[in-house]
C-alpha cells in the first residue's frame, strides 16, 4: 500500500524520530519482530478508561510509527492473542490486527481486571503491562463492559 502525502505528514507528525535522528536499531528491529512485513495495513482498536473506538485501516507505515512512537516513550508493547496491543497508560491502549479481520481479545466481564478484562481472582498473569495480579477495573470501564454485554445479548452474540 502507498503512502499518500498526506498520510507521511500525519506520521510525521505522529512520531518523529527521536533526537532528531532516525529510530535506533534496536526500536526498528522490536517494530519488524511486532508488525509482520506481509500485512499492508492495520485496523486499529484504541481504548482508553473503557472507551473504545475503531480507527483505521492504516498502511503499515504509520502502524509501524505508531509502535515505534509508543516503544521510544517507554510504553509496552506485545504481542497477546495473535494482536499487537500496545499500553499507552495505565487503561489506555491500541490493539492492531490486519485491516479487515475482527479483534479477537477475551471478551471482559464488567468486574473483569482493569488491566487485561479476565475475572477475579486471576492470580498472576503475564501480559503487555507485565506481571500484574487482579486490579479493580475503573467505573467507566465497568459501565462500557456493561453496555457492549447488553449490545451483544440482544444480538444474539453473547459468548
Known amino acids: 500500500m502507498k503512502t499518500d502525502a498526506v498520510t507521511a505528514v500525519a ?16 526500536v526498528q528491529a522490536r517494530v519488524d519482530e511486532l508488525l509482520p512485513e506481509d500485512v499492508a495495513a492495520y485496523d486499529e482498536l484504541y481504548e482508553s478508561n473503557g472507551v473504545r473506538m475503531v480507527k483505521g485501516p492504516w498502511p503499515r507505515s504509520v502502524a509501524a510509527l505508531l509502535v515505534a512512537r509508543a516503544l521510544t516513550r517507554g510504553s509496552q508493547a506485545a504481542v497477546e492473542y ?33 488491566d487485561c478484562g479476565l475475572p477475579r481472582p486471576h492470580g498472576q498473569q503475564s501480559s503487555s503491562t507485565g506481571l500484574h495480579g487482579y486490579a479493580a477495573p475503573l467505573d467507566e470501564q465497568r459501565l462500557a463492559r456493561m453496555q457492549e454485554r447488553r449490545k451483544n445479548r440482544e444480538k444474539g452474540q453473547e459468548r
Request: overall charge negative.
Open 82 to 114: 495473535g494482536e499487537v496491543v500496545v499500553r499507552h497508560a495505565p487503561g489506555a491502549s491500541s490493539t492492531l490486527t490486519p485491516a479487515g479481520t475482527p479483534f479477537l481479545r477475551p471478551y471482559a466481564v464488567p468486574d473483569g481486571c482493569r
Open 11 to 26: 506520521a510525521a507528525e505522529l512520531a518523529p524520530p527521536p533526537g532528531g535522528g532516525p529510530l535506533s536499531e534496536e
